[in-house]
């Protein structure tokens, strides 16, 4: 690690943010580029969050990523935020400008389609099914949408959520209802779980995949664990299958590179890095 005088400093906000990998993921480039700087997890309450902002902006830190639960509270801490971002309704990446100015984006949409395209002979414009409505779901929805997919079937066990998301974001995403789901796998191209289920401590996701087509892509965006039920299954009867820990690491590059003025790439070698503590 080097830290000179000059030394380039971001970090992440969250409440709380042990559980974080956006401290292990950039500490790993920055080793791995020489670069003289850091990368620090930073737990702030909710109360203190537009304070913690401007007084790490003040102390001269390049940017920082925004984690739970702070992600549409930096929405409005912002002077100016992406169309990404405001579509989404949540920041996670912000930087500080020379200006003084706080610019806010939102990369978890970059994240995931990188992941897709990278990891599966995937290409956009067919029928994608969108398991859950929540706040990953909305990066998901927003990608996909400017992918060119024709028709994204948001489907969540609370309908008035799913309902909302198709409302803010408009065509091409349509609702279905959960008790649906099974059915409403037939001719996607694309299938991605956004719910939490499948996550260690959760119940697996309950979806029979007998009505999948056989080429289509399947994706969990959950990543812990790597090898989710869903993405076992999906292997098992042959449909390409995507990880969601690629996700996690793509949606780092842009605020990097902007803290850091390095490019950085995501391998294998990282991969196994960022996981390989609990
Ligand atoms: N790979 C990545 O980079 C990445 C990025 C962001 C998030 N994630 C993962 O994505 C998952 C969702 O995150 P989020 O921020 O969108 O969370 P969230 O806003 O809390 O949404 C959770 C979603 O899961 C659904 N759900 C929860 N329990 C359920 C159950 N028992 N049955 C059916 N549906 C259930 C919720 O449905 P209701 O609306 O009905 O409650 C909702 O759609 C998490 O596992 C998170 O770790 C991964």
């Keep these: ?19 974080s990998r956006s401290p292990r993921l950039h500490g790993y480039w920055l080793a791995n580029y020489g670069i003289d700087g850091a990368y620090i997890p930073l737990a702030v309450a909710p109360d203190r969050f537009p304070t913690a902002v401007a007084g790490l902006a003040a102390a001269g830190l390049r940017g920082v990523n925004i984690t739970l639960p702070h992600k549409a509270a930096a929405l409005s801490a912002c002077d100016m935020v992406d ?18 100015a706080l610019r806010g ?22 029928i994608a099914v969108v398991l859950g409505a929540g706040g990953a779901a909305r990066a998901v929805c927003v990608a996909l949408a400017d992918a060119g ?27 279905r209802d959960w008790e649906t789901r099974h059915d409403a796998l037939a001719s996607a191209a694309l299938l991605v779980n956004t719910t939490s289920l499948g996550m260690t401590g959760q119940p697996p996701l309950d979806l029979d995949l007998a009505a999948l087509p056989m080429d289509a892509v399947v994706n969990d965006i959950v990543y812990a664990p790597m090898e989710t039920d869903l993405l076992a299954r999906a292997r098992a009867r042959g449909n390409p299958a995507v990880d969601g820990l690629g996700m996690l690491l793509h949606q780092a590059r842009p605020g990097f590179e902007a803290w850091f003025g390095v490019a950085p790439k995501v391998t294998d070698e990282l991969r196994d890095f960022v996981m390989a503590e609990p």
């Design 83 to 100: 169309d990404n971002a405001r579509r989404i309704g949540a920041v996670n990446t912000i930087v500080f400008g020379n200006d003084g």
């Design 149 to 175: 997919m024709i028709d994204i079937r948001v489907i969540n066990r609370t309908g008035a959520r799913a309902a909302r998301l198709a409302a803010d974001l408009g065509a091409p995403l349509t609702v």
């Design 105 to 126: 984006s939102n990369t978890d949409a970059f994240g995931f389609l990188e992941n897709i395209r990278r990891n599966a002979a995937w290409r956009a414009g067919g």
């Design 1 to 19: 690690m080097i830290l000179s005088g000059k030394a380039k400093i971001a970090g992440v906000i969250g409440w709380p943010v042990s559980h």
